[in-house]
């Protein structure tokens, strides 16, 4: 069954360094999300993509993140200057139909540690 | 924006017992979706189900869309099951043909399942 990959599973960082999570896609979907989760916590919105541009972000989607489809298969979340919230997981999410049946697809997710 | 509240928000059992997990949301939706977090931390997908009922082994799941709530039910609980299932729901705007897609995420249920 076709699948969402991430990588790295786990990203440990100097606070204030810049981090690009990846993420591949399963390969025929059209529509991409990123979501992040703090321990402990719900899983939240952060931003979704569609025909290389933002649709929606949410409040928590600052000039600190930027997202990018720089080739045909990959989808990159950047965080410029990470903080020590920044700690979270971080999953990737993909879906391949228009309206109706909108099934997303999760990664395995990143765990980024912001020391 | 849309709300999501699960009950109970922890439920401890004995393997082989039943359990019925709740979902209620504020505002029609378009898409429901069930998932369970194991202790790694992946978000595995057990149900797309806005509405209706469907059956997978020992899960089922059953949305009642016009009033506003989804149950999970787990039969004959395993260890395995442990870990947090989450509900998560999303209403899609038709503007200008793009579906936005944003899932928001209830609480989750923390389900532990003793020997």
């Known amino acids: 069954e076709p699948e969402v990959t991430q990588t790295p599973s786990h990203q440990v960082t100097q606070m204030g360094q810049e981090v690009i999570l990846r993420c591949v896609p399963i390969s025929n979907h059209l529509y991409f999300y990123w979501y992040r989760q703090i321990l402990g916590q719900k899983v939240e919105f952060l931003v979704s993509f569609y025909n290389n541009e933002i649709s929606e972000k949410s409040e928590i989607f600052d000039d600190q993140f930027s997202v990018e489809r720089p080739d045909g298969s990959n989808f990159t979340l950047k965080i410029r200057s990470t903080k020590l919230e920044d700690s979270a997981m971080y999953f990737c999410?993909?879906?391949?139909?228009?309206?109706?049946?909108?099934?997303?697809?999760f990664g395995a997710g990143t765990r980024l540690s912001v020391l | 924006g849309i709300q999501v509240e699960q009950s109970p928000p922890d439920l401890i059992l004995q393997e082989g017992a039943n359990s019925t997990l709740r979902c209620n949301f504020s505002?029609?939706?378009?898409?429901l979706q069930w998932f369970h977090q194991n202790p790694w931390g992946q978000l595995i997908n057990l149900f797309y189900?806005?509405?209706g009922t469907k059956q997978n082994g020992r899960l089922s799941a059953t949305t009642v869309a016009t009033e506003r709530y989804s149950l999970l039910y787990i039969s004959s609980s395993q260890t395995t099951d442990s870990g947090v299932y989450f509900c998560?729901?999303?209403?899609?705007?038709?503007?200008?043909?793009?579906?936005?897609?944003?899932?928001?995420f209830g609480q989750g249920t923390i389900l532990t399942v003793h020997p």
């Open positions: 189900i806005p509405s």
């Open positions: 505002d029609s939706v378009n898409n």
């Open positions: 999410a993909s879906s391949g139909q228009f309206l109706a049946k909108n099934i997303q697809y």
């Open positions: 998560a729901v999303d209403r899609i705007f038709n503007a200008g043909g793009t579906s936005y897609g944003k899932l928001t």
